[in-house]
């Protein structure tokens, strides 16, 4: 296995981060997230250049690649703060092409749950339900009124939240394998938008550093401003490179598919952990101006701690992980 990304892959990259750097400032971010955070024409966008049918075939109109390089695209959507059921959308183009295209927007809950809750409802056009059992499929503009009633005030102002209750059952599409799946892809996904959160963090927590004075020096100059920097860096890093790790196991045909549990826990718990710790860090970094909502810092620990808990938590992935290592 090579994790260097090839010159094509970090092409990738780079396109994808210059069209995101282009559309998402701090401003835009918060003018979303003080109205209506799902973004029509962006999801277009991301759409017409291959996000969510990167891994379709040719024929299929799609490129044809990996998990390797979904994961190099999501870290960037991360390191934006890009909302909308990301993950959902790009697993749904698999098994609708129209998802692929920008024409159908999907979001995914997985039971059981405590509280099962729907991320992006007014934007969506399809459910994915995932359980013990498989993937079920229901269409969201014909469920009951009151199916899935508003959560006031969400964690994250840029994801929106919805309580479902008495969901029907719906279209089966793939039994119990399908749903591990799918629940395995999604963690990688969602770990790639932690360690782009905790990457993204890290360069603002820098940025910062090196230009608010205190005693007429940098606070960066000093030793313990540049101790949290140094971790945030080393917490981003391996992150990284666990969810690298993972997605290119994912891809490897040879791999069983019970080798591919302990690497893919792995990369959740790392980039969860970071992103928390990083988002946490650069607020400290920033000080007071951190907690307040025109710094736009305290976006980016939001959205990590509403990813840590999709497409199981640390403390799920750390008894899968337990459980997988655990010797006769």
Not at 42 to 67: I, K, N, Q, T, Y
Not at 95 to 102: F, H, K, N, Q, S
Not at 169 to 180: H, L, Q, S, V
Request: aromatic share 6%.
């Amino acid at each position: 296995m090579d994790f260097q990304p090839t010159e094509d892959q970090r092409a990738l990259r780079t396109g994808i981060r210059e069209l995101l750097d282009g559309r998402l400032d701090r401003r835009r971010l918060l003018a979303l997230a003080d109205g209506k955070p799902f973004a029509p024409e962006l999801w277009r966008e991301l759409a017409d250049v291959g996000v969510f049918s990167l891994r379709l075939p040719d024929e299929a109109g799609g490129a044809g690649l990996g998990m390797a390089e979904a994961a190099l695209v999501f870290e960037e959507l991360g390191r934006s703060l890009m909302p909308g059921p990301l993950a959902a959308t790009f697993l749904a183009s698999g098994v609708l092409p129209r998802a692929g295209t920008g024409d159908l927007v999907a979001g995914v809950v997985e039971l059981p749950a405590a509280h099962t809750l729907v991320q992006h409802a007014d934007a969506l056009d399809v459910l994915f339900v995932l359980d013990e059992t498989g993937v079920r499929r229901l269409d969201v503009k014909a469920l009951e009124p009151g199916a899935l009633a508003p959560v006031a005030e969400p964690l994250d102002p840029l994801t929106p939240l919805h309580r479902a209750t008495g969901l029907p059952a719906g279209e089966d599409i793939g039994g119990p394998e399908t749903a591990r799946r799918w629940r395995r892809e999604g963690a990688v996904l969602t770990a790639a938008l932690q360690a782009g959160i905790a990457l993204s963090t890290t360069e603002l927590a820098v940025a910062y550093a090196k230009e608010r004075e205190q005693f007429g020096r940098p606070i960066g100059s000093f030793q313990a401003v540049k101790h949290l920097c140094a971790d945030m860096f080393a917490r981003a890093e391996l992150a990284r490179v666990a969810v690298y790790a993972a997605a290119v196991t994912l891809d490897d045909p040879d791999v069983p598919p019970g080798d591919r549990e302990p690497p893919v826990a792995t990369a959740k718990v790392m980039a969860d952990r970071a992103a928390l710790d990083n988002a946490r860090s650069c607020v400290q970094v920033h000080g007071g101006m951190g907690f307040t909502w025109e710094a736009g810092v305290h976006l980016f620990l939001k959205r990590a701690s509403v990813l840590a808990a999709s497409f199981g938590t640390a403390a799920v992935h750390e008894e899968a992980l337990a459980a997988a290592l655990t010797l006769d």
